[in-house]
């Protein structure tokens, strides 16, 4: 067949247009890929941080603490391991904030004293209202540089452009991410839940995250919180309801207690309060400090006269009170658990008290909780919990929620967050559920580096991201080895020989304190036979010859453990102290 110039112009002209099309469908191929890196959140609930790096740019998603679990004696709180956002430095464009609970706002203060720059902070109002009172406490205000947004709001920042999104949450002003770059686009939820009737009348804007959706997004990061309940988040309005049937006829005094970050369960404590005609008193720190925030900044509507002194407390009868306190999750330090333990400076429960716990026990603090609600029932109150009455909802999604909007942004690749170990696992299966390609899902651990661009995406390394232990003014001081140490007096108790020595020999003791082992007048016969397997070691190592501090100490260590040990079944810590004269 002989090809004429009309052809030829013709054959060309559709190349042009399949390239073109080829081009509209497959985005060009970007060398350098986006960096996810999570630092913390992943295999663990709080301390949630994500690092977003392109080039020589860097951004931060929230930046949290935990709080320590039981087997970390004396630890105050956990941070992220700031390492590698230290060393890289002057990459940092600005760390953007999703909303304000501790375990994304709580170690901002920590960062900034690390990184001994000048930070940009990018959140809503509420949200920067929250660390405003922080950077206070810490005196670092001259050390950020405040931007408020809001929801719809776009920031540029380098080859970053950051757009915040409307979520309902339990805290107020809270959003999504979606952050643009040159390689890759990234949908990152924060923590939500879909809430038709909101306190606030403010929707999540699934609209625009189907546009998003539409448009193509490449890697989302969904909140895993409750991917294992099924069903939907129940409203935060439904609680309303509850407390307005509770107040109903009560003709006692109602001490409720809630998460203090909860500003739209706080308004309907007192619209109900208020409907009621009961005078509202707000008790203990973090309460007062959350109410005197929203109430300024307008998120918190509260009606003239209501709010009254604890101290006037007295001129009023039981049945004109309400009291929203701290202590939700049975903190024995708090308002509620102070209450229980007849602590309070000004409260003592009385047995006609009617106490709401308008919260759930976050995991780990479910004893606590339930040590607060048997004090509280032995001095006879009445305790109204959400397992007798609808007084707490979550806010985090559902199955149902995170289908939608896993179907909503129909993404290339998928990376659940925020979640222990069992919760992403059971995300990933759900995502896979409703379409996404197993293999373009990934279950990442902190440190992970997720390298993404608009074709790829897999795991090529991993950060240092260690939890960072803070105690007292100590900062990361805290390892593994003081940790075991402090399980071990907790467990078994200390035993402590004091030895005087001269030239190698003892000339006084050995004397025996005992610390959490057994009681030193109740156990006489004991701590003899401990004093003379003591002497035996000591002249055992006279006999070989042995000067040496340490292997002295070695020598009575070992003794007195064997002997301890058949006595007692029990392992002390043996700390022997040698003296020199």
Not at 64 to 79: A, C, N, R, S
Not at 158 to 187: M, W
């Amino acid at each position: 067949m002989i090809e004429t110039q009309q052809n030829k112009n013709e054959n060309r002209n559709q190349n042009r247009q399949n390239h073109r099309s080829k081009r509209r469908n497959h985005p060009p191929k970007h060398k350098d890929k986006l960096k996810v890196i999570p630092i913390g959140g992943l295999g663990e609930i709080g301390k949630n941080m994500t690092v977003f790096e392109y080039k020589d740019e860097m951004i931060i998603v929230d930046c949290g603490l935990k709080f320590p679990d039981d087997e970390m004696y004396g630890i105050d709180i956990v941070l992220p391991d700031f390492s590698y956002i230290v060393e890289n430095a002057d990459k940092l464009k600005g760390l953007f904030i999703t909303h304000g609970h501790e375990d994304h706002i709580g170690g901002i203060v920590y960062l900034v004293k690390k990184l001994g720059i000048t930070v940009p902070i990018y959140a809503t109002k509420f949200t920067m209202g929250l660390i405003d009172k922080k950077l206070v406490e810490h005196r670092l205000t001259t050390k950020v540089d405040r931007q408020i947004v809001k929801a719809g709001d776009r920031v540029q920042k380098g080859s970053f452009e950051v757009e915040f999104i409307r979520v309902n949450h339990s805290i107020a002003d809270s959003v999504a991410l979606y952050i643009k770059t040159p390689a890759a686009t990234v949908l990152h939820t924060g923590d939500f839940k879909i809430d038709y009737h909101p306190i606030d009348g403010e929707i999540m804007d699934l609209q625009r995250i189907a546009k998003l959706g539409s448009q193509g997004i490449d890697l989302l990061m969904a909140d895993s919180t409750n991917v294992e309940e099924a069903g939907f988040t129940p409203s935060e309005s439904s609680v309303g309801a509850t407390f307005y049937n509770l107040f109903r006829g009560c003709k006692n005094r109602i001490i409720i207690t809630t998460f203090a970050s909860n500003v739209h369960r706080v308004q309907q404590i007192i619209d109900a309060a208020a409907s009621y005609k009961r005078k509202v008193i707000i008790n203990g720190r973090s309460m007062e400090n959350m109410v005197e925030v929203a109430s300024d900044l307008g998120y918190l509507k509260i009606p003239k006269n209501i709010l009254i002194d604890i101290k006037d407390m007295k001129s009023y009868k039981d049945s004109e009170l309400v009291i929203i306190t701290t202590g939700s999750q049975g903190e024995p330090m708090a308002a509620l658990g102070r209450m229980a333990h007849g602590e309070h400076r000004f409260l003592n429960i009385k047995k006609e008290d009617t106490v709401i716990i308008s919260a759930s026990p976050v995991p780990g603090n479910e004893k606590m909780v339930s040590e607060v609600i048997n004090k509280l029932v032995d001095l006879g109150s009445e305790v109204v919990y959400k397992k007798f009455a609808d007084i707490h909802v979550s806010g985090h999604a559902r199955q149902e929620e995170l289908k939608l909007v896993q179907t909503l942004v129909k993404p290339k690749f998928f990376l659940p967050v925020h979640g222990e170990a069992r919760m992403l696992v059971h995300h990933a299966a759900l995502a896979e559920g409703v379409g996404t390609d197993k293999r373009n899902i990934f279950i990442a651990e902190n440190g992970s580096i997720v390298e993404v661009d608009h074709r790829s995406c897999k795991i090529t390394g991993k950060v240092q991201a260690e939890p960072v232990l803070v105690d007292g003014l100590g900062v990361g001081d805290i390892g593994n080895i003081v940790l075991n140490d402090r399980k071990r007096l907790s467990e078994d108790g200390l035993f402590i020989v004091v030895v005087t020595m001269h030239k190698g020999k003892a000339i006084s003791g050995p004397d025996i304190i005992s610390r959490g082992f057994v009681y030193v007048r109740e156990s006489e016969e004991l701590i003899n036979t401990a004093r003379d397997e003591v002497k035996k070691a000591l002249l055992a190592c006279e006999e070989k010859g042995v000067v040496d501090w340490s292997s002295i100490k070695n020598e009575i260590r070992e003794s007195l453990f064997r002997y301890l040990y058949s006595q007692t079944n029990r392992k002390p810590m043996i700390l022997p102290i040698l003296m020199e004269v």
